[in-house]
């Protein structure tokens, strides 16, 4: 890769941005794909020289993301989105439809080295579909004669507007663009107005009176139960033991009294807590079930040492429809773990 003295100047400009110099290298991928059209062998080596990184480490970053393009790639990067709902309404169709015409299959360019052509799993604009992108720019709700068009255009030398956007740029431009440096063309900011289907959704909000909730405005389930009394406090007694049925199902938690459950929602919350420990928004403490009142052998070591048996909570066995003195109810067995012979 035959790097200039501005390549040079720009890659110090990019780990200039960050704390670490290893945090440039998506940035830096993309200056390099500038430079040659691909992230070259000679890219690499630059990159893990700049930041510090070993060959294999760029390597594997370059090789994960599908934008950073491991053989040369044409003027314009043509991508299909073929996947589900472009495919129901014929992405898979204007992909066969280019492939026939350019002669050229994924990830091929053709001879002129113009065009590359590609599949592409998603393009984030479903409300669109079928999309076609030249170098990630826009091209709406095409069909297999309007694609083929575009193309045309493309090999004639012309540059077709997008359907929204920037105007178009050759591939090496907009990888310059995505390491972060502006686009200078004096018409970079002409882009066309924002499409039907993406006012839609606004429209029905004014028309309806919808606002979007403020940032960190509490979700509706917090705010139901900010709005409900909260619980008068049982007067403090003998703390129950840790692991015993009455502080299993008590409805209180080690940090205080709680509503009871409604919703499925909170149920589920409400269970996984008593089984696993700790409010929903706090990290588990570790203790497993243990903490919360169901013993296994990690929790008393003596009821089974060495085996790794689990046995049922007392919990459980207090709610079971058993009569009878408790040393006398029928216990299930217990599973043991086979031991590893010694030697």
Do not use: W
């Not at 299959?105 to 992108?133: F, K, N, Q, S, W």
């Not at 068009?149 to 956007?165: D, I, K, N, W």
């Not at 709005?227 to 003998?238: F, L, W």
């Not at 502080?247 to 919703?263: I, K």
């Amino acid at each position: 890769m035959a790097l200039t003295e501005e390549t040079r100047l720009a890659a110090k400009e990019i780990v200039a941005r960050y704390p670490r110099p290893r945090s440039a290298l998506l940035p830096m991928l993309h200056l390099v794909q500038s430079e040659e059209g691909y992230v070259s062998p000679e890219g690499v080596r630059f990159c893990a020289e700049e930041l510090g990184l070993a060959k294999a480490e760029v390597g594997a970053v370059a090789t994960f993301y599908t934008m950073y393009k491991r053989r040369p790639t044409g003027e314009y990067l043509v991508s299909v989105c073929t996947n589900t709902l472009c495919d129901v309404l014929g992405g898979e169709e204007i992909y066969r439809t280019l492939s026939e015409s350019l002669a050229v299959g994924h990830d091929g360019t053709t001879a002129d080295g113009r065009i590359t052509l590609e599949h592409a799993e998603c393009l984030a604009a479903c409300d669109y579909a079928p999309v076609v992108t030249v170098n990630y720019e826009f091209f709406d709700q095409q069909t297999p004669g309007s694609a083929s068009s575009l193309v045309s255009e493309l090999q004639a030398g012309r540059r077709p507007l997008p359907t929204r956007g920037a105007p178009l740029c050759s591939f090496r431009e907009i990888s310059r663009q995505l390491a972060g440096f502006l686009d200078e063309r004096p018409d970079a900011l002409d882009a066309g107005p924002a499409g039907e289907p993406t006012l839609i959704g606004n429209r029905l909000a004014v028309q309806r009176g919808e606002t979007a909730p403020a940032y960190g405005a509490p979700a509706p389930l917090d705010a139901d139960r900010r709005a409900e009394p909260a619980p008068a406090a049982a007067p403090a007694g003998p703390a129950a033991p840790a692991g015993t049925a009455a502080h299993a199902r008590a409805g209180e938690r080690t940090t205080g009294p709680v509503s009871t459950p409604e919703t499925a929602a909170e149920r589920s919350a409400d269970a996984g807590t008593a089984r696993y420990g700790g409010p929903p928004g706090e990290a588990s403490s570790g203790g497993g079930e243990g903490a919360a009142g169901i013993e296994t052998s990690a929790s008393d070591p003596a009821s089974s040492p060495g085996s790794g048996v689990t046995h049922e909570s007392d919990a459980a066995e207090a709610d079971s429809p058993i009569s009878g003195p408790a040393d006398d109810r029928p216990r299930p067995k217990a599973r043991k773990t086979p031991r590893r012979q010694e030697g």
